[in-house]
């Protein structure tokens, strides 16, 4: 799984090779969970709704597996 945006502004997609990422975490430098929901097919995720800052995100496969990486929100 990756992220194909590092530095966003109001979307970022998540995808893996296979297009099976199920769910994702996104939480603020303190560790508070800000968005956390299951992902449709085009892995997309609005967020025009945070801060500009520095996030963490967390997506998870449905076999479980999981991959952190963080994104900065402008």
Do not use: H, W
């Not at 769910?23 to 956390?36: M, P, Y």
């Not at 709704?49 to 900065?72: A, E, F, N, R």
């Amino acid at each position: 799984c990756f992220v194909s945006s590092f530095v966003v502004a109001d979307s970022l997609v998540l995808r893996n090779r296979q297009l099976l990422v199920a769910a994702k975490d996104i939480r603020n430098s303190t560790g508070v969970t800000l968005i956390s929901k299951q992902l449709e097919n085009d892995g997309q995720v609005n967020i025009s709704g945070l801060m500009s800052g520095i996030y963490i995100v967390t997506t998870t496969t449905p076999d479980g597996k999981t991959m952190t990486t963080s994104l900065i929100k402008i």
